[in-house]
């Protein structure tokens, strides 16, 4: 038997286009031959789901996992990606993505360590995604993940444009953190959730929200204001109504309730824990939407047709 170096592996990752572990564990596989090795990646489907890499996966699904674990909860949500929207309604890539966010649930890390995890079947998130792509044949990929969790309270979730129970194109966690009763606090988890897919606000409260994106506004908003040719200190005044306005359309804690526009998400939540008799505070929240900061490939062949005959 060859012994298994690092160069073999690299050699066979180079010929291939598998994982190196998977490189690797062909080679032990098959006595360190390099050509067995090779089959053996061809025949699990390995060397072509790598071959499929460098495609633009941005259809797929948002999943998002809930546990009940006493007086608190934990909740998961994952966007796994495939180049088409068919997958999507793929119950082989639907069963995979529920795996994958459940999975989730006791993993603290990105997708890295999600990739790592163990699923309930047993095996690696990694090894299951690289089984998918070969069994399906398309290129995908577990983009992005977020966890929360509350010693007490609740985490509620919404998924958007629903393909199936838990699984749709926007997924939403909202944390809620206190003692009030369990139910009530997910019902209003679930209220909020809803509005964060519909507003997609930029953050929690004031103190989180990116600091440089306030100055931009800012910066933007005096400019605007100096124009009016007002005295200095009225337009300072202008700028900070501005900035308040800008707070009041980005920042959840202060946007008005969808549902209920006469008050904000935070007299939504003051009234809640009131009617509670307990304080209780939205601790955090996540959204993820399906494929949005992937840059996809044009496939308008027209155009393409077009402007190789000179016609566009």
Not at 80 to 90: I, K, P, Q, S
Not at 193 to 211: F, K, R
Not at 252 to 274: H, I, N, R, Y
């Amino acid at each position: 038997m060859a012994e298994i170096t690092a160069g073999l592996v690299k050699e066979l990752r180079e010929k291939s286009g598998a994982g190196m572990m998977d490189c690797k564990k062909a080679l032990q596989e098959n006595g360190g031959e390099l050509d067995a090795a090779m089959d053996w990646l061809r025949t699990k489907g390995l060397s072509k789901a790598a071959k499929k890499a460098d495609r633009v996966a941005a259809e797929g699904l948002v999943a998002v996992a809930l546990r009940n674990d006493g007086a608190g909860m934990t909740g998961a949500v994952i966007e796994l990606n495939a180049e088409t929207d068919f997958v999507a309604r793929n119950e082989l890539f639907q069963n995979a993505a529920r795996t994958i966010a459940a999975a989730a649930l006791d993993v603290e890390g990105g997708v890295d360590a999600i990739g790592q995890a163990k699923t309930k079947d047993g095996e690696s998130v990694a090894d299951l995604v690289t089984g998918l792509i070969a069994t399906i044949g398309e290129n995908m990929m577990l983009r992005r993940a977020a966890r929360f969790q509350v010693a007490q309270g609740a985490i509620a979730s919404y998924v958007h444009n629903a393909t199936a129970p838990e699984l749709g194109r926007i997924g939403v966690l909202v944390a809620i953190e206190g003692a009030g009763d369990q139910a009530k606090l997910q019902e209003l988890g679930r209220k909020i959730a809803m509005h964060v897919a519909a507003t997609a606000p930029l953050s929690l409260s004031t103190a989180d929200l990116d600091p440089a994106a306030v100055e931009r506004e800012r910066a933007i908003f005096a400019e605007q204001a100096a124009e009016s040719g007002k005295p200095a200190n009225v337009v300072e005044k202008m700028v900070e109504g501005r900035i308040r306005k800008f707070y009041e359309e980005v920042v959840l804690l202060k946007q008005s309730f969808v549902m209920e526009p006469d008050k904000t998400v935070e007299q939504l939540v003051a009234e809640v824990g009131k009617a509670l008799g307990a304080p209780i505070a939205v601790k955090g929240f996540v959204r993820l939407a399906l494929g949005e900061g992937v840059e996809k490939k044009s496939e308008d062949f027209a155009a393409e047709v077009a402007a190789v005959s000179g016609q566009g």
